[in-house]
């Protein structure tokens, strides 16, 4: 079954506490992203990778990091997490065939932090 | 700054009426556009999208509008049925930036039987 996998789906921490969001996909697709939803600002980009090893910034960068080491993963890094990041986050791959396409999503992510 | 903005944060419909969903967009790079849908505890999934060659694409009881020059699109999901109720997202690309999508804030659309 075609799917993008986020672990863990829950998730309460402690600012500062270094953590990381993993994400994998199944499709050998090459785009992959990362967004975060927040109540009346819909879904915003965090980070991109257009394949292994290439990245870009979002909309929303700061305070995150991510990896494209392998086509499957893209792991979301939290070096030191602050409140301001409570929010629910979804990990998207999609096809490369020229320009973006519909994109799956995984089943989100959501992260507090006291 | 939104460049892609739903207005309407909630719609509420009866079933077998139609559904108008509305976005509007600011940056006139963006040619092509989606939408999603999103249940609770799900995450989204791709709906319907429409490239800006075009000013219109079907699929079934979706249809979605862009209006170019007025820089709008609509979502017409005729006839609209309770399983539609969902939170739907419009987003926008443009082709210089593979990969980045800029979403709305999403319409809660609630049909009722």
């Known amino acids: 079954e075609a799917q993008v996998t986020q672990n863990p789906r829950y998730l309460i921490t402690v600012t500062g506490k270094k953590l990381t969001v993993t994400c994998s996909q199944n499709m050998n697709h090459e785009y992959m992203s990362w967004y975060r939803q927040d109540p009346g600002l819909g879904l915003r980009q965090i980070y991109y990778?257009?394949?292994?090893?290439?990245?870009d910034k979002g909309d929303v960068p700061e305070g995150y990091k991510v990896s494209r080491k392998e086509k499957r993963n893209f792991p979301l890094i939290l070096e030191s997490p602050s409140p301001n990041q409570t929010s629910l986050y979804f990990c998207?791959?999609?096809?490369?065939?020229?320009?973006?396409?519909?994109?799956?999503f995984g089943q989100g992510t959501r992260l507090t932090v006291v | 700054d939104q460049q892609v903005k739903q207005n309407s944060p909630s719609l509420s419909v009866q079933e077998g009426r139609i559904s108008i969903l509305n976005c509007d967009y600011t940056n006139s790079m963006f040619d092509y556009f989606l939408w999603y849908k999103k249940y609770p505890a799900e995450g989204p999934t791709f709906l319907i999208s429409?490239?800006?060659?075009?000013d219109k694409n079907e699929d079934g009881r979706f249809t979605v509008f862009l209006n170019k020059s007025a820089k709008h699109l609509s979502l017409h999901i005729v006839p609209s049925q309770p399983g539609d109720s969902a939170v739907y997202f419009c987003?926008?690309?443009?082709?210089?930036?593979?990969?980045?999508?800029?979403f709305g804030q999403g319409t809660i659309l609630t049909v009722h039987p």
């Open positions: 998207a791959s999609s096809l490369r065939t020229g320009r973006i396409t519909e994109a799956f």
């Open positions: 429409i490239s800006s060659i075009k």
């Open positions: 990778s257009m394949n292994v090893e290439v990245t």
């Open positions: 987003a926008a690309s443009a082709g210089t930036s593979y990969g980045k999508l800029t």
